[in-house]
C-alpha cells in the first residue's frame, strides 16, 4: 500500500473516531439534562425575567436579552443557542394579507434577528427607479431638478429579479437592464390649466427614442439613442402580459398653464435602499413585541367598568358572574398600545393589572410600495440574509 493511501485512511479513521466522540459527548450531555437532580426549568420568577418585558408605569424593567450561555449554570439550566431547539420554537404566522401590506408573527427569534429583517427590508431589497431623467423641453414652473425628483420617486411595477445592476453590464443601457418611460404633454393656449400625472409615463419597449447628444446633425446613418437594445421588452414572456407602467397612475408631477410643455424621456434602473431612498420597496416596515396583558386579581363590579373604560382601545371587557355580578376580562391584547391608562391612578391598579411584552414574539407590519408584492418581499429578505450568512461562513473557514 502507497504512503497516499495510508494517509487516506489514517484521516478516515481520525474522522470516524471525531464523529464517535462528539456523539458520546452530546449522549453524555443528554443524560445529566435528562437527571431528576437536574433542573430542566428555571424557577417562574426568572423565567418570566428572562422572556417578558414588564412595562411600568415610569419605565419598561428587563428588557436586556441573556444569550450567555452559561447564564443560569449556577442553577444547572442550560441557556445555549441550539439549532434543534430554534428550530422547534421558530414559526411564523401571517395574520393579514392584501395587495399592498402584510401583517405576520415571527416567534422564538431574538430582537437582533428581527431587526435585521428589517433594516433589510428597507435598504437591501433590490427594486427598479428612474435614474437619469433626459429633459428635452420644460417651459413649466416646475424646475428640472425638482421635475427629476419627482420622477425618481414614483414605483415602478416591475419584477427586479428580471434585472440585472446597470454596473454589471459595463454601464451599458441595454434591454436587460434599463427600462424607459417618454413623457409629452402640452397645454394648449386659450385652453385651462392642466394636471400632469403618472399616468402620462408611456413605457418604451424598444429603448430610446432621443438621439445621444454626441450624435453630429445631418448624419446620414440612423441616430444613435441613450440606449442599445438588442430586442424589444414587450417581446419577452415576462413582459408581454404584464407591461411596465407606475404602480400608481394618479401622482401628481406638475401643473402647466396655456402654452406650457413637458418633453422628456426617463430611464429606470436597479438598484438597492441603502443608495437611496426611491429604490426601498417598502413604504414602512416595522415590528412590536407581542403585547401581553394580565390581571393580577380579580377586578369585579365598579371596578371592573372603571378599568374597561380606561382603555382606549377596547383591551379589556366585563362578563357576567354569579348573583348578577361582572367581572373584568382581557378581551384584546394584541390591541394594547403601551399607553399604560390601565395602570394609572396609584399603586392599586399597578397591584391588578400588568402589562408586559413578550420578547421572542414579534409582529411585523410590511407596506410595499408596489413594485414587488409584500409576501415576495419578505422573502427576499429571507435570501439576503441567508447570502450573509454563507459569505461570513466562507470566510472564517
Not at 107 to 135: C, H
Not at 149 to 156: Q, S
Not at 229 to 242: A, G, I, K, V, Y
Request: hydrophobic letters at 35%; aromatic letters at 6%.
Amino acid at each position: 500500500m502507497s504512503s497516499s493511501e495510508d494517509e487516506s485512511m489514517s484521516e478516515v479513521d481520525e474522522q470516524e473516531e471525531q464523529e464517535k466522540k462528539t456523539k458520546s459527548e452530546g449522549s453524555v450531555l443528554d443524560y445529566i439534562m435528562s437527571l431528576e437532580s437536574v433542573p430542566s426549568k428555571l424557577p417562574p420568577h426568572l423565567d418570566l425575567m428572562r422572556t417578558r418585558v414588564f412595562c411600568n408605569n415610569d419605565a419598561p424593567d428587563h428588557t436586556e436579552t441573556i444569550q450567555y450561555s452559561g447564564a443560569y449554570a449556577a442553577l444547572g439550566v442550560d441557556n445555549s443557542i441550539r439549532l434543534d431547539k430554534f428550530c422547534r420554537n421558530f414559526k411564523v404566522q401571517v395574520n393579514r394579507l392584501t395587495e399592498d401590506d402584510i401583517e405576520f408573527d415571527m416567534m422564538g427569534i431574538d430582537p437582533a434577528l428581527a431587526n435585521a429583517f428589517r433594516r433589510i427590508l428597507i435598504a437591501e431589497v433590490p427594486t427598479m427607479a428612474i435614474e437619469r431623467v433626459y429633459i428635452a423641453n420644460n417651459t413649466s414652473v416646475i424646475q428640472d431638478e425638482v421635475l427629476s425628483h419627482r420622477l425618481g420617486l414614483i414605483p415602478i411595477k416591475a419584477d427586479p429579479r428580471l434585472f440585472e445592476y446597470p454596473e454589471n453590464a459595463g454601464n451599458d443601457k441595454n434591454e436587460k437592464n434599463t427600462i424607459v418611460f417618454k413623457l409629452h404633454v402640452q397645454c394648449e393656449k386659450g385652453h385651462p390649466r392642466i394636471t400632469v400625472k403618472s399616468n402620462e409615463l408611456k413605457w418604451l419597449p424598444d429603448g430610446s427614442e432621443l438621439p445621444a447628444e454626441d450624435v453630429k446633425p445631418n448624419s446620414g446613418s440612423k441616430p444613435r439613442t441613450f440606449t442599445s437594445f438588442s430586442c424589444s421588452q414587450d417581446s419577452l414572456p415576462e413582459f408581454s402580459t404584464n407591461p411596465i407602467a407606475p404602480k400608481n397612475l394618479d401622482i401628481i408631477l406638475a401643473k402647466l398653464g396655456p402654452g406650457q410643455e413637458i418633453e422628456l424621456e426617463t430611464h429606470a434602473v436597479k438598484g438597492i435602499g441603502k443608495t437611496h431612498a426611491k429604490w426601498s420597496p417598502v413604504a414602512t416596515a416595522w415590528y412590536r413585541m407581542l403585547p401581553e396583558v394580565v390581571l393580577l386579581k380579580e377586578v369585579k363590579d365598579e371596578l371592573a367598568e372603571e378599568l374597561k373604560n380606561k382603555c382606549p382601545v377596547g383591551v379589556f371587557d366585563i362578563e357576567d358572574i354569579e348573583k348578577g355580578r361582572r367581572r373584568a376580562t382581557v378581551a384584546n391584547p394584541r390591541a394594547c398600545t403601551l399607553c399604560r391608562e390601565c395602570i394609572r391612578g396609584g399603586k392599586e391598579w399597578e397591584d391588578r393589572v400588568s402589562l408586559r411584552r413578550v420578547k421572542d414574539h414579534f409582529i411585523f407590519n410590511v407596506e410595499s410600495t408596489g413594485s414587488l408584492p409584500p409576501e415576495v418581499l419578505f422573502t427576499e429578505a429571507v435570501k439576503i440574509l441567508e447570502e450573509k450568512c454563507e459569505r461570513v461562513i466562507t470566510e472564517l473557514s
